[in-house]
């Protein structure tokens, strides 16, 4: 699904005009966004918890010359689904 069928999705389910649905989805990922940025969890009851993970800096190899380097440590976004999610899908 892409945000497009997402956007004609929730304009179907919530009559709402396309260009509304577009407005209410990128409002959402927005927010989800602008947590995350500022380091905050996002929750979400029976889907999941969007995150920040931390990740450490490791060893690594650059693969057009063969030279090892260091990967520096950063910050990614990530996502672990509620009990209710891993139900539906299984």
Same mark, same amino acid.
């Given at each position: ?6 956007? $004609?999705? *929730?304009?179907?389910? @919530?009559?709402? /005009? ?5 407005? #209410?989805?990128?409002?959402?990922? +927005? ?8 380091? $905050?969890? *996002?929750?979400?009851? @029976?889907?999941? /918890? ?5 990740? #450490?800096?490791?060893?690594?190899? +650059? ?14 976004? @990530? ?12």
């Amino acid at each position: 699904m892409t945000k497009k069928d997402l956007v $004609e999705l *929730v304009a179907k389910k @919530g009559n709402l /005009t396309n260009k509304a649905a577009r407005e #209410a989805v990128a409002a959402f990922l +927005n927010g989800i966004r602008d947590s995350l940025k500022r380091g $905050e969890k *996002v929750v979400i009851t @029976g889907f999941g /918890t969007f995150s920040v993970r931390k990740r #450490a800096a490791r060893p690594g190899r +650059n693969p057009k010359t063969g030279e090892k380097i260091t990967i520096q440590a950063r910050k990614a976004p @990530g996502f672990t689904p509620g009990k209710t999610l891993k139900k539906v899908v299984r």
